[in-house]
């Protein structure tokens, strides 16, 4: 009889693969210096007394006029990037981690909810989320942040839209699985109230797989921000996240000056890949098919 | 025992260890066993679940994948030994001169070919075969398992055929090459009394037409009685007892084969508890709240009935299919009666037992009965009031009536601990109060003898007789005056079940419960229940009092589904 508690047991089949162990202190030390970049940034990319212009476009390891090393060289406007990017960082996970809640709500919700109902309701519920499905994601939240301006609240209104419904295909599958099973049947039975069945036998037993997507989709929202940004229809300039300096950068390329985009973009894999590896790792593990 | 002529035994295995190297540390799954068995002997392997049985069987013939590994002992076929041969040579034995049978042939039976074609990829395993000549061949293996109409079946996939149909495919395949010897690794067990009866006789009739030898391992102990010559019953790895199988049946020397044979309700008188003596009693469940509202019945009505009812399975049309059906493009398909028109009356306080074989209805009703599903037609009440409403969105209504389902493993919420879920529906309807839930928990797991500390665990701490405990105990932490049981002890060993019966003889005694009581072991059925119906193709064709219908029958079915339960042989004492 094993008396680990659940948790522990996911703790140690994790730890067996180095790869996602890597990636989870990849993703945390990158949170960690995102939610410490004032305090650790040599200098605060927003107060724009603190740009020297004659200090712009400078190359990595270039001693700046206020007497500290750029590491990562400077941008356009004398912005010191390894600053810009714990900045942007911290804007790019922002948005990622909160457009991921809102959608993991809103799909969640809508996926339960049909699969519970059943019938027209179910139906119809699910064939929006298809429908909408078809459109490409990047589609959907371009048309939306154009109609909406830009600003945060905006893009993450955008972001949501295009991923509210993964959350719901992945919850409206794994509940109707669930609502078939014994136990459902057991807690209608004794008879339960349906938000309680829903609440406390349901959802808990949907979540393995709708953890493996939100991790998921996270790195997508945030990618999603980046391309956004790029673009020039996500974040206003003033909050400039990892796509807005890619796209800062993007006009140097080919002068020469690589670090005002490479770097950003750098950043911006490192994450997206670390976020993905953990995902993957997660997915494996609940995953009864690849259990040994 | 051989005498002279016959010198060496077809199969003589000794000592044989298999281990498996598990993350926990090394489990013996075969730890030592021994036996032989001559040329077109029958040999009966019995035992519970992890006894080694099964990993003695694929050991044989060198199935053990890791991490799993046969650590040590030897097994001769005709002299020749199998522990340590290569890979490629143990293949080509495999199918040839050993075969086996498993117990789901949908699992081992390939879904995307058709009987012809698995059988001529049998054949050409060992042999290289035209294709004409393994169509001849196969329809001629096909005849030989009885299959009717061979000649139309060698087309078909695994899933157009039965049950019984697709294991004797499965037979037909093991028997290709004409082996030495055939393992059965619960062959029978997914299958019903009658099917099984026709399968035994089969098997008895080829391995004596073709002189096989045959090890047929199985958890009950009546179907080896009516196979096999021999029998080994293994506990825990080891082989606890051997010899001839009317000697071990009647005159068990170990205590473990004695006390398997008392876990049998079919050696037992009805009503008495099983495996006499031994154990400390469990406590007394917890009383009623006394507080607890509690309607009227409604005057004269029976106590529990139901009133015609019937279950109609259909098939919802999806939109393109709907269209289809409208413009008379497609036909619609059948529905599925389910239960037709059945109805029942059970009195307060007695035991209904409903028996039948898959797909007789029996769960179906007992869902109706149970407030899970909603007839079609017809009413369900209890004391005078419905059980359901009505409407396009049926609620149960009542708490009185509750459920204990067949798979333990499925019953229980997972992701919730065990105290939590007995708690949830007394909270739910104020059967407790908050403050008290905890005790009233304890309570119960004491009722049913588990530890009150194991409220805190989840259900996978648990074995699944004790889930059956956990789950008995949710359900009558309701405070129901009728109990359905849809099978509670068909997935549960002999002693876990015999266990399990116990406990719901007593606590329906304490408790004053009526139960419907739905099983399609006939044997159970009759060591619980005073009264039996039996169901067949959705209707009760039979109903009377326990000892009468066994005793009996009057309907043909009743019959045939009682003379083709294998009996084991009487203690001669």
């Not at chain 1, 059943?118 to 371009?142: N, S, T, Y």
């Not at chain 2, 086996?100 to 075969?129: K, S």
């Not at chain 2, 009542?398 to 997972?414: E, K, M, Y």
Request: net charge positive.
């Amino acid at each position: 009889m094993r008396r680990e508690t659940p948790i522990a047991r996911f703790w140690s089949e994790f730890r067996e693969s180095r790869v996602a162990v890597a990636a989870l202190v990849v993703v945390v030390l990158m949170i960690g210096v995102a939610l410490l970049a004032p305090l650790i940034a040599p200098q605060n990319p927003y107060d724009l007394a603190n740009l020297v212009l004659s200090d712009a476009r400078r190359p990595p390891g270039y001693v700046g006029s206020s007497g500290y090393t750029h590491w990562l060289g400077t941008d356009a406007q004398g912005r010191d990037l390894l600053s810009a990017i714990l900045y942007g960082l911290r804007i790019s996970l922002q948005m990622g981690l909160v457009a991921g809640a809102i959608a993991f709500a809103i799909g969640v919700t809508l996926g339960i909810a049909a699969a519970y109902l059943g019938g027209r309701r179910e139906a119809f519920i699910m064939r929006v989320i298809d429908l909408q499905l078809a459109f490409p994601a990047i589609l959907l939240a371009l048309v939306i942040s154009a109609l909406l301006g830009q600003g945060k609240a905006q893009l993450i209104a955008a972001l949501v839209a295009a991923q509210y419904a993964y959350f719901a295909r992945t919850a409206h599958g794994a509940a109707s699985a669930e609502r078939g099973k014994d136990y459902v049947e057991a807690a209608l039975s004794t008879p339960l109230p349906a938000r309680q069945v829903i609440w406390r036998h349901i959802l808990p037993n949907c979540l393995p797989p709708l953890i493996v997507v939100a991790t998921v989709q996270v790195a997508n929202a945030i990618a999603l921000e980046a391309t956004l940004s790029f673009l020039g229809v996500g974040l206003p300039v003033t909050e400039p996240s990892l796509g807005s300096l890619i796209a800062n950068g993007f006009q140097y390329m080919l002068s020469g000056r690589y670090w005002i985009s490479i770097y950003p973009g750098l950043a911006l894999i490192l994450l997206i890949v670390a976020i993905n590896l953990v995902g993957d790792q997660i997915r494996d593990q609940v995953n009864p098919r690849l259990k040994r | 025992m051989s005498t002279g002529a016959a010198a060496t035994p077809l199969l003589e295995v000794v000592d044989l260890t298999t281990q498996f190297f598990t993350r926990a540390g090394v489990v013996k799954a075969v730890d030592g066993v021994s036996f032989s068995l001559r040329r077109g002997e029958v040999m009966g392997l019995v035992g519970e679940s992890g006894s080694g049985k099964s990993v003695t069987g694929f050991s044989i013939i060198g199935l053990i994948d890791p991490p799993g590994r046969v650590a040590g002992g030897s097994v001769k076929l005709e002299g020749r030994e199998l522990v340590g041969l290569p890979a490629e040579e143990l293949r080509s034995l495999r199918g040839r001169v050993v075969s086996m049978v498993f117990q789901d042939p949908l699992m081992t039976l390939n879904p995307v070919l058709t009987i012809g074609e698995q059988i001529r990829l049998a054949i050409e395993a060992h042999e290289t075969v035209s294709a004409a000549e393994a169509r001849r061949r196969a329809i001629a293996g096909l005849a030989q398992v009885r299959i009717p109409r061979p000649e139309a079946t060698v087309d078909f996939y695994p899933h157009q055929l039965s049950g019984g149909m697709r294991q004797r495919v499965a037979i037909a395949i093991a028997l290709l090459h004409r082996p030495k010897l055939i393992i059965c690794d619960e062959p029978t067990t997914a299958l019903d009394v009658s099917i099984q009866a026709e399968i035994l006789a089969e098997m008895k009739e080829l391995v004596a037409e073709l002189g096989t030898a045959l090890i047929w391992i199985s958890h009950d102990l009546a179907t080896v009685a009516s196979i096999a010559q021999h029998v080994a019953v293994m506990r825990l790895g080891k082989i606890v007892e051997a010899g001839p199988t009317l000697d071990v049946l009647t005159r068990p020397q170990h205590a473990y084969t004695r006390a398997l044979l008392d876990a049998l309700p079919s050696r037992a008188k009805p009503g008495e508890l099983l495996l006499r003596g031994g154990g400390v009693p469990d406590a007394a469940p917890p009383a009623r709240n006394p507080a607890a509202t509690v309607a009227t019945p409604v005057l004269n009505a029976p106590y529990f009935v139901a009133d015609r009812v019937s279950k109609r399975f259909e098939t919802r049309p999806n939109a393109l299919r709907g269209l289809g059906q409208k413009l008379g493009l497609v036909q619609p398909p059948a529905a599925v009666m389910a239960v037709d028109e059945v109805s029942l009356v059970v009195p307060r306080g007695e035991a209904l037992g409903l028996v039948g074989e898959s797909g007789s209805g029996k769960s179906t009703l007992g869902r109706m009965a149970a407030g899970i599903y909603a007839p079609s037609s017809g009413t369900v009440r209890f004391e005078g009031r419905p059980v359901m409403s009505d409407g396009p969105e049926p609620k149960k209504l009542t708490t009185r009536v509750q459920t204990i389902f067949q798979d333990p493993f499925a019953s229980l919420n997972p992701r919730m601990r065990i105290g939590e879920g007995i708690a949830e529906g007394p909270l739910a309807h104020g059967l407790v109060s908050k403050t008290g839930a905890a005790t009233y928990v304890r309570d119960w797991l004491a009722a049913v003898g588990l530890d009150p500390a194991f409220a805190e665990r989840y259900p996978h701490q648990f074995s699944g007789g004790q889930r059956q405990r956990v789950a008995i105990a949710r359900a009558l932490a309701m405070q129901p005056d009728l109990v359905v049981c849809d099978e509670p002890v068909a997935s549960l060993d002999v002693s876990i079940q015999a266990q399990i019966i116990n406990l719901l003889m007593r606590l329906r005694a304490e408790l004053g419960l009526t139960l419907i009581f739905i099983s399609h072991d006939l044997s159970v059925v009759r060591h619980l229940c005073d009264r039996v119906a039996v169901m067949y193709r959705g209707r009760i064709v039979e109903e009377g009092p326990a000892g009468e219908v066994y005793d009996n029958p009057q309907h043909d079915y009743t019959r045939r589904l009682l003379a083709a339960v294998p009996v084991l042989p009487e203690a001669a004492a």
